[in-house]
């Protein structure tokens, strides 16, 4: 049983920063790509950061220069530090990793449970 566990959303007035984490636990393997998605009220979830499986990152047009991703490989962990928050950032953000997990020998999309950021003031 693998899964993903985030923390770190909440209200943070414009401007304001949050730094959000997303553990992954459970009979690993080993994880590969590890990053961030949100989904705003009726709209599509999109991608903001993640790192691919060759290890390159790749960054939302709204988000670059603003947000910032980073994993911790040893704690199967990944982050992303939200920095010049915009209201158009809320939105639910949810961690996706792909895993390898112990006993089974095809790689998996997990996703997290999501957790709300609220841009307001």
């Known amino acids: 049983q693998v899964q993903l566990v985030e923390s770190g959303g909440g209200l943070v007035q414009p401007g304001g920063s949050l730094r959000l984490s997303c553990a992954a636990s459970g009979s690993i393997f080993r994880v590969n790509a590890m990053g961030w998605y949100r989904q705003a009220p009726g709209k599509q979830r999109e991608l903001v950061a993640a790192?691919?499986?060759?290890?390159?990152?790749n960054y939302l047009d709204s988000v670059k220069g603003r947000f910032t991703v980073s994993r911790d490989n040893a704690k199967n962990t990944v982050y992303l530090q939200m920095d010049s928050l915009k209201p158009e950032d809320t939105a639910v953000y949810y961690c996706n990793a792909f895993i390898l997990s112990l006993g089974n020998p095809r790689w998996l999309d997990y996703w997290g449970q999501g957790t709300q950021v609220t841009v307001s003031s």
């Open positions: 790192f691919t499986s060759g290890g390159s990152i």
